[in-house]
């Protein structure tokens, strides 16, 4: 099951995930298990469509990850070919499209990410799919991410979270039997562990963290899952979403002790190289940091969880939904491109863009089998939608509000200032980047 370019694939597509949320996975098997064929189509080729076509379509993967899809469809209509071009994923990507949108020489099928889903829906450059038979295989947790009012422009199927993984043996050495349901008995496991001389966790602090996005998710999100769009909508402020979590965050892990400021100069590889060398209980990370970890010590035990809230029950992962595929509304086959979206919700689309690509595949009636040590974070978070990236869920300044929020934390980790005056300054932020 385990694949050592698919590995090096994923860590790659994984990193453009992070930047632009894009779907990513660790070893998959390639094996899907679906009875999900949609072998019927309301868009069936009509006796006129079945002269030769050529379908344009831009895409971040490239053409040798896109091979098995593309084949596999052309095979089953074979009257239809490809005019296949390749960005790299986020900004070039992004900027590509853009300006091919602007000038009418965009492709039929493209990407809608985070990072140009306003401009693309906005601009009323993407075909409305809501009502498609094929769209019903999509996950509900899938669609505000390429949605607008109720109506969804793409199909997006595939997804990545991230976690903390824990060491199974340092746990068992300081008496730690079952993971912890709430976020007060995950600290006080944190300080068991600390009390039986094992370092209980890492985290860099380098940006919107896992720890934080899934504290989020838990705390908020979880009671009120609309909280983002009432933000940026006026209705609600950072300072009423991210006030209680900060202080949790603050004091939990940093008054007492268990993450320090020292830690903020630490490198990603230090970190993965200290989980698999046993030195460190926990370190957030996803799928990408698999190969990492195994390589470095074949027989660590280790798997992945989420983090708690206040209230049982709930646990939330950091991640997004994968890109989605949108058709250009003003494209000249719109027959051929749906017959190509749909064909990617069947059993056998969804398998060949899950060899060629390395993604975790999240759609109803198929199952990717992922590393044993990720399957809670595919089980309970991605499957079940218990994941949230802020930068996906905000609509807009999402870099400036990621820059303003790094450097608050930061400035809270070494007591420069309280998380009340750190809401206060995104509140302020978009405010100031709206006018």
Not at 108 to 136: C, H, K, Q, V
Not at 318 to 328: D, E, I, K, W
Not at 347 to 373: D, M, R, S
Request: a negative charge; glycine letters at 8%; one cysteine or more.
């Amino acid at each position: 099951m385990k694949k050592t370019s698919s590995m090096l694939l994923t860590t790659i597509l994984c990193m453009s995930v992070v930047l632009g949320a894009c779907s990513s996975n660790n070893t998959p098997s390639n094996k899907g298990n679906t009875d999900n064929q949609n072998t019927s189509s309301t868009n069936t080729p009509s006796e006129e469509a079945a002269t030769p076509v050529k379908l344009s379509i831009l895409s971040w993967n490239n053409e040798k990850e896109m091979k098995p899809v593309l084949d596999g469809f052309q095979a089953k209509y074979p009257h239809i070919s490809f005019d296949f071009q390749f960005a790299p994923p986020v900004t070039d990507y992004i900027a590509k499209l853009q300006t091919m949108l602007l000038s009418d020489t965009a492709p039929d099928l493209f990407i809608i990410a985070a990072e140009n889903r306003n401009e693309i829906i906005d601009g009323d450059f993407a075909l409305d799919l809501t009502d498609e038979p094929f769209m019903s295989v999509m996950l509900d947790s899938n669609k505000p991410m390429v949605s607008k009012d109720g109506r969804i422009y793409a199909f997006s199927q595939a997804g990545w979270a991230g976690g903390l993984f824990y060491n199974k043996k340092l746990f068992a050495q300081a008496g730690i039997t079952e993971l912890p349901q709430t976020w007060d008995e995950f600290v006080q496991m944190s300080l068991k562990l600390k009390d039986n001389g094992i370092l209980p966790l890492y985290d860099r602090m380098h940006d919107i963290t896992i720890i934080h996005s899934a504290m989020f998710g838990a705390n908020v999100l979880s009671k009120d899952p609309s909280f983002d769009e009432k933000l940026f909508n006026g209705e609600a402020t950072f300072a009423e979403g991210w006030t209680e979590v900060l202080t949790m965050w603050k004091e939990g892990l940093i008054d007492n002790g268990i993450l320090s400021p020292d830690m903020i100069g630490l490198t990603s590889e230090q970190v993965m190289n200290e989980f698999a060398l046993e030195n460190v209980a926990m370190v957030p990370g996803g799928p990408w940091n698999i190969p990492t970890i195994e390589e470095i010590n074949p027989d660590i035990e280790f798997e992945i969880m989420g983090i708690p809230g206040k209230e049982p029950g709930n646990t939330y992962y950091n991640g997004a939904p994968g890109v989605g595929f949108a058709v250009n509304k003003k494209t000249q086959n719109k027959e051929e491109a749906l017959l190509f979206l749909e064909y990617l919700t069947t059993n056998e689309g969804l398998k060949e863009f899950e060899e060629g690509t390395g993604g975790i595949i999240t759609v109803h009636g198929y199952e990717t089998e992922v590393h044993p040590a990720y399957e809670p974070a595919y089980r309970d978070g991605l499957m079940e939608g218990r994941i949230y990236l802020p930068m996906v869920s905000w609509n807009r300044h999402q870099e400036a509000l990621r820059l303003q929020f790094l450097v608050s934390f930061q400035d809270i980790a070494t007591n420069k200032i309280t998380p009340e005056e750190a809401t206060a300054s995104l509140d302020n932020k978009l405010k100031e980047m709206d006018e």
